[in-house]
């Protein structure tokens, strides 16, 4: 041997195909690495991973950041963040300091968001134990499903109460008109809000009553003459928020029952009252001219129950995971009511709201009831036009009939695999899909949906270390897709979460083809968003 | 002997010179450390002449109250290290030698008080001896923290009777105590937490119980006289180790200067706050969410030259709220260049703190007429000195605030980079660069 020359082989790595961990070290492939820690892939190679630098460039004090989304909104993109104490912020200017919470629930650990014309959808939950020591997501028992307007304002409940007064509408025959001016007979008129969101209420008045009695209507009952006008007074002002109020009346009624809210309303034409303010209004009209129903209203949630997920389907708001509501006085709603002995919460209900109006769920056939078998739904995806809901480990699919949401046919996809409640990978900044797949967290791995389950699983690779993580604990990972440069984040669960998943599917999205790495930070990585199409957000908590 | 609390903490311990250890220890049937305490005892000097060692020595390996004969008179001390922050001279008539006194020290937030058993009019011949208050140094930052205690016995002086109480003990509880000298403890309540045993000798043949000031009058019982260069002192490795009072200097970030020009001399003396702060950013060297044993704030006080310079000098400070803490012109917080430091005010309590705070100064003209032009106030170099119980382990520390909040991966950036320019390597990158097929 000449002096300089080495005495072995070299091996000639062509490609390097990125962390192995699976089996017995020794056999790893030529071609990876049993480490591979802060190493991010680049076109025929691989380099250190780039650094981090503060998103927020004012002076700002340490804020512990629990969960951060991409709040798309109609100025441009920025986060919403869930810090410590229950606190939620919105963050729109990264040279600022942090603006004031806009909405704050001590229990909250965690929450869902879904933004939807501009507008910020929040629900709070946390993480229960039962008995066996299994935890789980559900959301916040009596609390509810927030609406935010994206100018940091405070959040307020989604939908809303019908009008509240203590004493009843009030209508009597006005002037006299020239001619014809209603359709004589008794009516029922009643009033309507209208949020700065858009929700209408149920009618009302409503007038207040001891639990466990129940409210009655203080609607106006009147005899049309056919001649007058109807002058219509005491009109309660709404809470804050309220925009618009409306008058809403019946046909006439023969024979009136006595039920006001057995009758079918409709809104008046020009019976709109454009502010919050007036409490008297003359309407004339008449009954043919009722064409718009409004007594769909009456079936609404007047508060929607607090869940774990939101998306959308079919321009449809989905909230899944609820606990529920148990009636006054924490809420005017009681979901909770009636339900089979041995049953606490709504685990397995999917609430869907009416096309175009995400707050408007009906309390009779807006839910999806998923099969009974004691885990709670912890997501909702759509893809190819076809709604999935997810539990621990179980994949089910709907589709939209084009009827009430109730009445749609069920389909079980899979008995083993599902998805925890940030185990879906959002792609870009909408939460919905540019691309012909889902990346979905199973405890079993990274898998690669497409209508069905691919095998094997993505993270086969790294199947050793995937399947140490702790089960109890996959609620705190979270993937997200950037399906631009082809790759993939995934944060981790105690105790690795000053760790994350790197993952480079630029070669092929498939088991053999990925590219994995181990990012490793000096903090608690705990969440993570994409905004501006590619650029990782990562929110922290602190080194310990 | 060694006195070790529950926790197994060492406060009090008698060791000969050469650091060996005597046992078995003594168990302080209280552990918990107040922020209070009082330390009584009898001591006579039983020769004049050169200053003698520690005849009593308090404290921690940071602030001290430190007890001793100097030859004449007694002497106490308080200290940081070794930089005297005050003291006290307790004048005797010469007809001191083999005359025992007693003395008690008390030490609260409020500060740290001498009282000496003096004897006062006509004694009264059942308590013939008052405790009074010869000095009183208020402080609310030089804590003295009560952690370890140590005597120092030497043949030039002799000490009896020492109690230790983990709270302030009443001056009338005191003289009650000194003049009821039974070899039970006194009638303090409550009771002290320790009483030395070595300080008695046989009591049952003192003809006059209730001693005069001069104790040994008229009785042949003394006081056990320790051997030559016995040393008491509480320096328990073990302990010591995980209880450090550390010492920490800070610098601030920047190097903009602390200053101000009002333009012209006012007519009637005014302050003018300087509009600059400065903060100290984490370097990871000092641990979070502890007390802090001690804290100054150093500066050097000057001017431009470029006219009449500012009369005095304070300190300014911003809490964590961002709100103005001014102390206003007093004493403690001033700033000259004979004496550089100012105290920190008492709301800063946590090292957290220092990283949240900002620090300033405001500068003082006396009015003149006419108005002249003033030089530009300056204060220079300002600098934190601070101490902590410490545990230092050698190794730094991450900077907890700065690595919370929200971060984005940025493109190119070979570092991590967090708030308050914090910067740190990406962690052990398993490849740096390696361009695969070339």
Redesign the interface.
């Given at each position: 041997m000449s002096p300089g020359t080495r005495d072995h082989e070299p091996l000639v790595?062509?490609?390097?195909a990125g962390w192995w961990n699976r089996g017995d070290p020794e056999s790893a492939p030529s071609d990876h690495?049993t480490?591979?820690?802060?190493?991010q892939y680049v076109h025929?190679?691989?380099?250190?991973?780039?650094?981090?630098?503060?998103?927020?460039q004012g002076n700002?004090?340490?804020?512990?950041?629990l969960r951060?989304y991409n709040y798309v909104t109609q100025k441009g993109q920025s986060?919403i963040?869930l810090g410590e104490g229950g606190k939620i912020y919105h963050?729109t200017d990264t040279s600022a300091t942090i603006p004031a919470p806009i909405l704050t629930i001590s229990e909250m650990e965690d929450f869902g968001f879904v933004a939807i014309n501009g507008r910020a959808y929040i629900t709070p939950f946390k993480t229960y134990t039962n008995p066996n020591g299994e935890k789980y997501q559900l959301g916040l028992k009596n609390q509810f499903l927030y609406v935010y307007k994206g100018d940091q304002s405070q959040a307020r409940k989604a939908a809303g109460l019908p009008p509240q007064s203590n004493t009843a509408l009030v209508a009597v025959l006005g002037a006299v008109s020239t001619g014809l001016s209603t359709d004589a007979g008794k009516h029922i008129l009643a009033v309507v809000y209208e949020t700065d969101t858009g929700y209408l209420t149920a009618p009302g008045p409503m007038l207040p009553a001891v639990p466990p009695a129940k409210p009655l209507p203080g609607f106006a009952i009147l005899d049309f003459s056919g001649t007058h006008d109807i002058d219509v007074s005491n009109i309660p002002i709404g809470p804050p928020g309220t925009v618009k109020r409306h008058l809403v009346s019946t046909k006439a009624i023969e024979g009136y029952n006595g039920d006001p809210l057995g009758y079918q309303f409709f809104f008046i034409p020009k019976g709109n009252i454009d502010n919050n303010t007036d409490t008297t209004k003359t309407v004339t009209f008449f009954d043919s001219d009722l064409i718009s129903d409004a007594s769909h209203l009456i079936d609404n949630l007047s508060e929607v129950p607090a869940g774990v997920a939101l998306n959308t389907y079919h321009s449809r708001m989905i909230i899944v995971g609820e606990y529920g509501l148990s009636g006054p006085p924490d809420s005017i709603e009681n979901t909770l009511e009636g339900l089979p002995s041995g049953i606490l919460d709504n685990r397995s209900i999917a609430r869907v709201s009416s096309p175009g109006e995400p707050e408007s769920i009906s309390k009779i056939d807006g839910l999806i009831i998923a099969p009974l078998d004691g885990n709670p739904l912890t997501n909702v995806q759509e893809f190819r036009d076809v709604l999935y809901l997810f539990k621990k480990t179980r994949t089910f699919s709907y589709s939209d009939n084009y009827d009430v949401p109730a009445t749609w046919q069920e389909e079980v996809l899979d008995q083993g695999i599902g998805a925890p409640v940030h185990g879906i990978a959002t792609v870009l900044d909408s939460g919905g899909v540019n691309i012909d797949f889902l990346l979905i967290v199973d405890w079993s791995g990274l898998m690669l949906f497409n209508g069905t389950y691919s095998q094997p699983e993505m993270s086969w690779k790294i199947e050793d270390f995937w399947r140490s993580m702790d089960r109890n604990l996959f609620n705190q990972i979270q993937v997200v897709n950037d399906s631009i440069n082809k790759k993939i984040w995934i944060t981790l669960p105690d105790p690795l979460n000053k760790m994350m998943l790197h993952a480079n599917y630029a070669n092929g999205m498939n088991a053999k083809e990925i590219r994995w790495a181990r990012w490793?930070?000096?903090?608690k990585a705990l969440t993570i968003a994409l905004?501006e199409t590619d650029?990782?957000?990562?929110?922290?908590?602190?080194?310990? | 002997m060694a006195l070790t609390s529950r926790a197994g903490n060492v406060i009090f311990q008698f060791k000969n010179e050469n650091r060996t250890h005597i046992t078995p220890p003594l168990v302080f049937p209280d552990a918990t450390l107040t922020s209070s305490f009082s330390v009584s005892f009898w001591v006579k000097p039983n020769t004049t002449g050169v200053p003698q060692p520690i005849s009593t020595y308090f404290g921690t390996n940071g602030t001290y109250i430190y007890f001793f004969w100097n030859g004449a008179q007694w002497v106490l001390e308080l200290r940081i290290t070794q930089l005297v922050v005050a003291r006290f001279v307790f004048f005797e008539n010469p007809d001191i030698i083999n005359k025992w006194r007693p003395f008690c020290i008390v030490r609260t937030p409020a500060g740290v008080t001498l009282y000496a058993g003096v004897a006062l009019g006509t004694p009264d011949p059942d308590n013939p001896i008052s405790m009074v208050q010869v000095y009183n140094y208020p402080t609310t930052e030089l804590l003295f923290d009560f952690r370890e205690f140590s005597i120092v016995a030497s043949p030039h002086v002799t000490i009896c009777d020492v109690k230790v109480w983990n709270t302030v003990v009443d001056p009338t509880d005191m003289t009650l105590l000194v003049n009821n000298w039974d070899g039970r403890g006194g009638t303090v309540t409550p009771p002290p937490i320790w009483a030395c045993p070595l300080r008695t000798g046989d009591p049952s043949n003192i003809s006059r119980i209730n001693n005069s000031l001069f104790w040994n009058e008229e009785h042949s019982w003394s006081a056990i006289d320790f051997p030559n260069n016995l040393v008491f002192d509480s320096h328990d490795p073990e302990y010591m180790a995980k209880h450090q009072i550390t010492p920490a200097w800070m610098y601030p970030a920047g190097s903009a200067p602390i200053n101000f020009n009002p333009g012209l001399t006012p007519i009637i003396p005014t302050t003018f706050l300087s509009p600059d702060f400065v903060r100290f950013p984490d370097q990871g060297t000092i641990p979070h969410n502890i007390p802090l044993q001690y804290m100054f704030y150093l500066g050097w006080p000057t001017n431009d030259g470029t006219g009449v310079p500012q009369s005095n000098t304070w300190a300014l400070f911003k809490d964590e709220d961002g709100n103005t803490n001014n102390p206003g012109p007093d004493p403690n917080y001033e700033i000259t260049q004979s004496d550089t430091l100012s105290l920190i005010p008492p709301t800063m309590d946590n090292t957290d703190k220092l990283f949240k705070w900002s620090f300033g100064a405001q500068f003082k003209w006396q009015g003149s007429s006419p108005q002249v032009p003033a030089a530009t106030a300056i204060l220079a170099n300002p600098l934190l000195f601070v101490g902590y119980i410490g545990n230092p382990t050698g190794v730094q520390a991450l900077p907890v605030d700065d690595l919370i909040g929200l971060f984005v991966i940025k493109k190119g950036r070979t570092s991590d980079g967090y708030y308050r320019q914090t910067e740190l390597p990406i962690p052990d990158p398993t490849i740096r660069t390696a361009l695969i097929g070339e």
């Open positions: 790595i062509e490609d390097f690495f480490i591979a820690d802060n190493v025929s190679g691989v380099e250190t991973r780039d650094g981090l630098e503060k998103y927020i700002v004090p340490p804020l512990k950041v951060v986060l963040v963050i490793i930070f000096d903090m905004i650029r990782l957000v990562i929110g922290t908590s602190g080194v310990s | -």
